[in-house]
């Protein structure tokens, strides 16, 4: 059997550090998931409002995040904003607003295509009911969109964990940029730990993304 | 004659479709006196589920007035329409129960808006359950219901906030005959011991012949009979009326072959 390499890992405190990386990486991904499930539902609700001037506000919002790559956002933030307006900004800072500024927008428009999923005699029925319209979104309305949600949120909250490993490029050391400098460090006296490392960063990733995949796939089904 | 309890006057209510305008009601007036069965009947498309949905305002007439018990309805504000809409029960074809909500929970859920301690609810619901027939059901979820069982549930929540009205939107359209019968002998009973008036809106005859007192033939957004369902049963004077009737001997016929 070839040498993988993996036993580069197993050297000092190789492995710690590792997964020192991938809490990075995983903390900024919460943080920013959290932000962007919070401010998406708002987003979403706003984003079916009848204003015509606030949904083209949010429209360029949503238009400028698909079109712009998160490289280019970070950038922007992280080198460009420190810059011109001479704020103080760290890279860690950089990376949540960024995501949770693609994050904000993207889950306000699955928000968005899953309340008007909503047949209108849902509404109606609370209406009947007597219900104000906090309590029609709150009791009748956001459960149902919820549960239409999982599935679509789950996709993007994977997508954006994924997508940290973009953020070493503004100097954040997460757990890729600590395989890297695993690999460099021990380049001459094992050159295959370049598979065995980043396989075992594959392996990570896959570990925290396939509980999220299989939660919702539980939740689905709880809530169906 | 009684006097009105529901009084419809002038109503009318326009959408504006992508092709042109639809005229769902034309200066619809009728009046529904108090602790009668009231049918609407209607091919589709007749305006009577736009009718049913302006006695209590879940659409806005466009011009006309509402009047249930003396009190325009138009004039209300926001919050007094909502207080207003809670003794205005409506159940609807597809029941609209909460899926992820136990059969108890469900009708609990009106009396939880209203505030009231849940050891009360749960009596008034569970006694609700019981008048329903569906005791046995209360920890069940909908999605474990047949559709007549749903309905009885949908039933039970609309009774829980002591309605004065009943407004029923195809309440059996989705019902097979048999279950059908169920909920309309459950609708007359609840008639019959709570004194509700009950405003039906359907599109078989068969619906009005069971259970309703008075009725109120639609086409195209026009009122063209109204009055004592049996004289009209028995002399149709609308054409609508009459082709409504002829359908449903043409059902009846069906029947048999199947």
């Known amino acids: 059997m070839p040498n993988l390499g993996i036993d580069v890992l197993f050297k000092g405190t190789n492995f710690l550090r590792l997964l020192e990386g991938l809490w990075v990486a995983v903390r900024i991904s919460l943080i920013s998931v959290a932000i962007s ?3 998406g ?15 083209m506000i949010l ?7 698909r079109i712009m790559p998160q490289m280019v956002l970070l950038f922007v933030v992280y080198f460009g904003t420190t810059r011109v307006f001479g704020w103080n900004l ?3 800072y950089s990376a949540i607003i960024v995501f949770s500024f693609w994050g904000v927008a993207e889950m306000g428009d699955l928000v968005r295509g899953a309340l008007i999923s909503i047949p209108k005699i849902q509404y109606e029925s609370a209406q009947a009911l007597g219900m104000t319209q906090p309590m029609t979104y709150l009791y009748v309305i956001l459960p149902q969109a919820v549960r239409r949600l999982i ?4 996709n993007l909250i994977t997508r954006m964990i994924k997508t940290t490993s973009l953020v070493m490029m503004i100097g954040i050391v997460e757990v890729l940029k600590v395989a890297q400098q695993i690999i460099e460090a021990n380049r001459r006296t094992s050159p295959n730990a370049v598979f065995g490392v980043f396989a075992v960063v594959f392996l990570l990733y896959f570990l925290i993304c396939w509980p999220i995949s299989k939660l919702a796939g539980y ?5 169906a | 004659m009684e006097t009105a309890y529901i009084e419809v006057q002038k109503l009318s209510k326009t959408y504006s479709a992508k092709n042109g305008t639809v005229e769902a009601l034309k200066e619809i007036s009728l009046s529904i006196p108090q602790n009668e069965i009231f049918g609407i009947i209607g091919l589709s498309g007749a305006g009577k589920s736009t009718l049913v949905r302006c006695l209590n305002l879940l659409e806005k007439p466009d011009s006309g007035t509402v009047i249930i018990n003396g009190e325009d309805l138009l004039t209300l504000s926001k919050e007094q329409l909502r ?3 809670q003794k205005i029960g409506m159940i609807f074809q597809h029941f609209n129960l909460l899926e992820q909500q136990t059969v108890l929970e469900n009708v609990c859920f009106p009396l939880e808006i209203r505030g009231i301690p849940v050891k009360q609810r749960k009596e008034k619901a569970l006694q609700l359950l019981k008048q329903v ?4 059901k209360a920890k069940a979820y909908p999605s474990q219901l047949s559709g007549g069982q749903k309905q009885r549930v949908a039933i039970a929540r609309v009774l829980a906030n002591d309605p004065d009205i009943l407004l029923c939107d195809e309440a059996t359209s989705a019902l097979d005959p048999e279950t059908t019968k169920i909920i309309l002998n459950l609708l007359k009973e609840i008639h019959d011991t709570m004194g509700i008036t009950i405003v039906i809106i359907t599109h078989e005859m068969k619906v009005i012949q069971e259970i309703c007192t008075q009725m109120a033939v639609l086409h195209k957004g026009s009122l063209q009979e109204c009055g004592s369902a049996e004289e009209i049963l028995k002399n149709p004077k609308s054409k609508a009326a009459k082709r409504l009737l002829m359908i449903k001997e043409t059902e009846e016929e069906t029947d048999y072959v199947g």
Do not use: C, F, H, Q
């Not at chain 1, 599935?151 to 789950?154: A, H, Y």
């Not at chain 2, 027939?133 to 046995?136: A, Q, T």
């Open chain 1, 37 to 39: 499930i919070a401010l």
């Open chain 1, 41 to 55: 539902l708002v987003m979403g609700m706003l984003m079916t409002s009848k204003n015509k001037i606030l949904k």
């Open chain 1, 59 to 65: 429209r360029l919002y949503l238009e400028i995040v």
């Open chain 1, 90 to 92: 760290s890279a860690e």
């Open chain 1, 151 to 154: 599935p679509l949120s789950i």
């Open chain 1, 219 to 223: 939740l689905e089904k709880r809530w």
């Open chain 2, 83 to 85: 207080i207003r809409r």
């Open chain 2, 133 to 136: 027939g569906l005791e046995d």
